[in-house]
């Protein structure tokens, strides 16, 4: 009789050491403590509660089992990709990457999840109750039942994390696409010496091209186009920062076209850090004189076709913004726009949009529908510019951003 009663009362402490350690973990779980302390919950329990001296939790990923966790083994284990070395039975050698050396392991107890495995436990070196079976095994309900409730809890953590980390970005993207748009210039001018007009198509939410037009006084105004390495959100921080700059140079400090260009280059540098670079072609035009003075900053050069077709690329200037310190040299094209010419300035997303056979769009394209299209006005040369390209792909995707910016000079 004795025996019996210490035998239910051995059972009972045992039965509330499990719902206890399951409890533990619940609250830890329900308080939504860190993974880290998750596995320190996991390893007092299999460690200082079962007595397992050594053990490795693989957990499923996409492509093979991964060491999750371990203790009583020196370094890290290294991956497993075939599922069978589970299923070797008697002692499974562990390679270690770490360490160079192998740990055997007696027991494997496969944790499932709607009846698909989802993690292998292994164990050794395991402290024996008085009946000479190890607590791994006697307990293995425990232990797959302990390991599963914790796994799920850390992919839902993690699942959650993701989730969040997606609606942070989500709401940047949606922050940087108003303040993008707020950027661009939606009215472009149209007079009695000058038409202007613009399209902007971003290859994702949030683009690194740009544009932009301002009157500098009652008879010149500046234009300009411009393109950010990278994409994204960092991309249309660093170009709000430069429409800041650039109209603050412009239109208060008014400095000469070649000292604007050097004062961009050193607030870029300051901006993006040398992370980033810009590159840049602005201009400006007066319309008393039709005096055109320029500066192209390693960008794509902006095509001039006058009323005879004749071409000219407006290539003058210097390297991009934000690659050096310090802009030494600075060239200014400068020349007189006779009436009836069409300026055009793009981005490469324009001109280096492939079709089907892996073949870039190209200027030779671009100056032929300038010299041949029928349009009445520029808004028109942009409609049929995009058309083209359009046409010109195909089945390909657009893979940059697109700006175009096109001028008629009366």
């Not at 619940?26 to 939504?32: D, E, K, P, Q, S």
Request: aromatic letters at 10%; proline letters at 3%.
């Amino acid at each position: 009789m004795p025996g019996k009663l210490n035998r239910i009362t051995e059972k009972t402490k045992v039965l509330e050491f499990k719902l206890r350690a399951l409890l533990d973990l619940t609250h830890a779980i329900n308080a939504n403590r860190a993974i880290g302390e998750l596995l320190d919950l996991y390893k007092t329990v299999m460690n200082k509660e079962l007595g397992i001296d050594k053990l490795v939790l693989f957990q499923k990923s996409e492509s093979n089992w991964i060491p999750l966790f371990q203790f009583g083994i020196d370094g890290v284990p290294e991956p497993i990709k075939d599922e069978t070395f589970f299923h070797g039975g008697q002692s499974t050698a562990l390679a270690n990457s770490a360490v160079g050396n192998n740990d055997a392991f007696d027991i494997v107890i496969p944790v499932y999840h709607n009846d698909i495995p989802i993690a292998y436990v292994l164990t050794g070196d395991l402290e024996e109750d008085q009946l000479g079976m190890s607590r791994a095994v006697k307990h293995m309900n425990f232990v797959q039942t302990f390991t599963n409730v914790m796994l799920v809890a850390i992919r839902n953590k993690k699942l959650a994390e993701e989730n969040l980390r997606q609606e942070i970005l989500r709401k940047e993207l949606e922050l940087a696409a108003e303040m993008q748009a707020i950027l661009v210039p939606h009215e472009l001018p149209v007079t009695n010496t000058f038409e202007i007009s613009a399209v902007y198509r971003p290859h994702q939410q949030v683009g690194g091209d740009y544009y932009d037009f301002a009157f500098l006084n009652e008879d010149e105004f500046m234009f300009c186009v411009a393109d950010v390495s990278g994409k994204g959100v960092s991309a249309a921080f660093l170009m709000a920062n430069f429409q800041a700059y650039l109209r603050a140079i412009f239109q208060y400090l008014q400095l000469p076209l070649e000292e604007a260009v050097k004062e961009l280059n050193q607030r870029v540098m300051r901006s993006a850090m040398g992370e980033k670079f810009i590159t840049f072609f602005v201009a400006t035009y007066n319309t008393s004189t039709r005096m055109l003075q320029y500066v192209n900053c390693g960008h794509n050069p902006p095509v001039l076709v006058n009323k005879n077709d004749e071409v000219r690329f407006l290539s003058q200037g210097s390297i991009g913004l934000g690659i050096l310190e310090s802009i030494k040299n600075v060239s200014k094209g400068t020349m007189l726009v006779e009436p009836g010419s069409t300026l055009v300035c793009y981005t490469d997303g324009l001109v280096e949009l492939e079709n089907e056979d892996n073949q870039e769009y190209g200027t030779d394209r671009l100056i032929n529908v300038i010299t041949t299209g029928s349009y009445g006005s520029m808004d028109e040369l942009n409609r049929q510019i995009m058309e083209d390209i359009n046409t010109y792909k195909g089945s390909m995707p657009y893979v940059d951003d697109i700006a175009l910016l096109t001028c008629r000079f009366f």
